[in-house]
């Protein structure tokens, strides 16, 4: 068998997530399928990192094994053929040693978050951006998340469902800016916890309507109690930007 490298992007909206469940349709089944299309077997697919219902992806990673003696590039096209009209594509697939794992093998990964002030309804981009109705304030919010980089207990933003062993991880990168009309929050971690950063951004958002300082964002963070989180943002401009490897 060979085991291929697959990058991955999709629209979440009409999914339960990436991790196949019973409730609904979900990326990894999605593909699963197609594996199973293309290569005349059931096929089990390992991703990077589970995104949960209404995330999306512009690049989540999962690796896969195949029977049939196949190029990388007309994996990609197989996969992409057998998942239309979904709004999944396989953007990469690439020839990997049996070594690689999709999830094990990751030194890094990153999300972006995308809120806009807007008065009117979404269009265009309805579920793939949070609307919130104030302006925000780029440099207060972006002052904010200062404080989630280097290692912290992130209890405060941590889903009580979460079955990560420790709340203890470190924050790599972690910054806001303005993108055009958008406001986009970005970081990166070697891991997450359920809901970190819809929980993160919710309270930044806080900072950025002035209902909180900067530091009112530090002293939540440094409660390390759930209770002491603002409104988690909802899934629709949360994307799993990248995963890196060594």
């Known amino acids: 068998m060979a085991r291929f490298k697959l990058t991955i992007e ?6 339960v997530g990436w991790q196949r469940q019973d409730n609904g349709p979900s990326i990894q089944e999605a593909i699963e399928t197609a594996c199973e299309a293309l290569d005349g077997g059931p096929r089990e697919v390992y991703g990077a990192g589970r995104t949960d219902s209404g995330v999306h992806a512009l690049g989540q990673v999962a690796h896969v094994d195949l029977e049939r003696d196949i190029r990388a590039d007309k994996v990609r096209d197989a996969l992409n053929y057998h998942l239309k009209p979904q709004p999944i594509a396989i953007v990469e697939a690439q020839a990997v040693s049996d070594d690689f794992h999709a999830r094990f093998s990751a030194i890094k990964r990153g999300y972006v978050y995308r809120l806009i002030h807007r008065r009117a309804p979404l269009t265009l981009t309805q579920g793939q951006v949070w609307r919130v109705f104030k302006p925000l304030d780029v440099d207060a919010m972006h002052a904010a998340a200062q404080y989630l980089i280097g290692e912290h207990d992130f209890t405060t933003f941590r889903d009580a469902q979460c079955q990560a ?3 203890v991880k470190s924050m790599d990168k972690a910054w806001v800016a303005q993108v055009g009309d958008e406001v986009h ?7 997450f916890l359920h809901r970190q950063v819809r929980s993160i951004v919710g309270s930044l958002a806080e900072v950025g309507t002035g ?7 530090k002293a939540a963070l440094d409660a390390g109690d759930r209770k002491a989180c603002g409104p988690v943002a909802p899934p629709d401009g949360l994307y799993l930007d990248f995963v890196d490897y060594d």
């Open 185 to 191: 929050f970005r970081c990166a971690a070697i891991s």
């Open 165 to 167: 062993d420790s709340p």
């Open 211 to 217: 209902k909180w300082s900067p530091k009112d964002f």
């Open 10 to 15: 999709y629209e979440g909206t009409n999914y």
